[in-house]
């Protein structure tokens, strides 16, 4: 079965640089998560679309954007980059069939800022 | 503010049955969901419960009461495999999802 595909798996950045991570949900999902999840920590909700259209925000910082494009693919823009923003970002994807809110989760991508 | 309250850590012998408690305080509550996350790992659903009461799947069960803000995962004849941290995590409404620091298990032979 197609899982969500996230990319890259890996990046390395330096401060005050750019970063784009990239999120492929499951095909026919119309939900997208993004969580930041810090060593040793719980994911933290970042931002969420439904149907390509930002439903709900967390505690994403203000340098942080994302958007949903009309593929169902989801991008994290993350900008003037910190030495706090090393962590896994997580991007899942729900189906809402049934009403249920189950995520599926995809690898995530291992961001480290040096 | 928001919370979700777990125990850090548990520990039981494989074949036993561990339960893993979950309180919340949170805005809006539209269901509590549970995951698994081995290390280096993405989260797992696990079970999801909307309405009071237990849900059973496999060897995993999880409970809801919402009148006390309280559910449990229980996790029956445990494997070494089951060992791993599990959040709850509340919708706290449209799309948003609050998840608990996790309750690491660790489980011995």
């Known amino acids: 079965a197609a899982g969500v595909i996230q990319s890259p798996r890996h990046l390395i950045k330096e401060k005050r640089e750019t970063a784009t991570l990239k999120c492929y949900p499951i095909?026919?999902?119309?939900?997208v998560y993004w969580y930041q999840q810090g060593p040793g920590q719980d994911p933290q909700f970042l931002i969420s679309?439904?149907?390509?259209?930002?439903?709900d925000k967390g505690s994403i910082p203000d340098r942080f954007s994302a958007q949903q494009f009309s593929d169902y693919h989801s991008e994290l823009n993350m900008s003037s980059l910190e030495l706090g923003d090393s962590a896994l970002y997580f991007c899942?994807?729900?189906?809402?069939?049934?009403?249920?809110?189950?995520?599926?989760f995809g690898p995530g991508t291992r961001l480290t800022v040096t | 503010g928001q919370s979700l309250e777990q125990p850090s850590e548990v520990t039981a012998v494989e074949g036993a049955i561990v339960q893993i408690n979950c309180t919340y305080q949170t805005s809006g509550f539209y269901g509590l969901s549970w995951y698994q996350q081995h290390d280096g790992g993405a989260p797992t659903f696990l079970s999801y419960?909307?309405?009071?009461g237990l849900e059973e799947t496999g060897r995993f069960s999880s409970f809801l009461s919402r009148s006390d803000s309280y559910g449990y995962l229980l996790l029956q004849e445990l494997q070494m495999k089951d060992s791993a941290s599990y959040f709850c995590?509340?919708?706290?409404?449209?799309?948003?999802?609050?998840f608990g620091a996790g309750t690491r298990l660790f489980v011995k032979a």
């Open positions: 995590a509340v919708n706290t409404g449209g799309f948003k999802t609050i």
């Open positions: 419960n909307a309405l009071d």
């Open positions: 899942a994807s729900s189906p809402l069939a049934g009403g249920t809110y189950e995520q599926y």
């Open positions: 095909p026919r999902h119309d939900t």
């Open positions: 679309f439904y149907e390509k259209m930002q439903s």
